[in-house]
Each structure stands twice: as structure tokens, then as C-alpha cells.
């Protein structure tokens, strides 16, 4: 466990990421080879504050920017997850 939540699903080396939690999104559904409908949601709270949704284990598998969440169901929700939180102070450039 995480954060009390289940352990994610893609290795993720950010140190200033926090972990939101598993999402299932048909979003992907060219990558089902790389793990399918499952993102990892992170919030990261490096520099200017964002959100992340990992769908495998290559660097470059995650979907990312504050921007996007409007067009991305995965990163609406990280963004969701992370304002509950009170993770997120903004849709800016943040100081934590």
C-alpha cells in the first residue's frame, strides 16, 4: 500500500510525484500490449504542479499536463483526485 491505496501498477521514479490511485479508461485502447486500461494517476508537485497517468512501464508511456485533463478522462481524473486531496492548488504554476 501507498498512500492507502494498492501499490501502482507501473514503475513511476519521480520523487515529487504522489500516487492518486488506479483508473480504468478504455482511453488507450491501442496499448492494450502495454497494459491495457489501467493508469497509475499521479500528481506532481515539482516546479510547476501536474498531472500524470502512467499506462506502462517505459519512460515515455504516461500521458501528462494540467492543460490536457479536458481532453484526456485519465488526466480529468488525476486532476479530480488530486483537488479532493487538496493536492492541487491550482490549474497554474503553484508554490507548495
Same mark, same amino acid.
Given at each position: 500500500m501507498k498512500n492507502g491505496l494498492v501499490l501502482p501498477?507501473?514503475?513511476h521514479d519521480?520523487? @515529487? *510525484?504522489?500516487?492518486l490511485g488506479a483508473f480504468a479508461s478504455s482511453e488507450r485502447a491501442g496499448e492494450r500490449?502495454? +497494459?491495457g486500461d489501467v493508469f497509475d494517476l499521479y500528481v506532481c508537485q515539482a516546479g510547476a504542479w501536474n498531472v500524470v497517468a502512467r499506462y +506502462?512501464?517505459?519512460r515515455n508511456d *504516461? #500521458?501528462? +499536463? #494540467? @492543460?490536457c485533463a479536458h481532453h484526456s478522462p485519465?488526466?480529468?481524473?488525476?486532476k479530480r483526485r488530486a483537488q479532493a486531496a487538496g493536492l492541487l492548488l491550482s490549474d497554474k504554476k503553484a508554490t507548495p
Amino acid at each position: 500500500m501507498k498512500n492507502g491505496l494498492v501499490l501502482p501498477t507501473y514503475p513511476h521514479d519521480c520523487v @515529487s *510525484c504522489v500516487y492518486l490511485g488506479a483508473f480504468a479508461s478504455s482511453e488507450r485502447a491501442g496499448e492494450r500490449e502495454k +497494459g491495457g486500461d489501467v493508469f497509475d494517476l499521479y500528481v506532481c508537485q515539482a516546479g510547476a504542479w501536474n498531472v500524470v497517468a502512467r499506462y +506502462g512501464a517505459d519512460r515515455n508511456d *504516461c #500521458l501528462s +499536463g #494540467l @492543460s490536457c485533463a479536458h481532453h484526456s478522462p485519465a488526466l480529468r481524473e488525476a486532476k479530480r483526485r488530486a483537488q479532493a486531496a487538496g493536492l492541487l492548488l491550482s490549474d497554474k504554476k503553484a508554490t507548495p
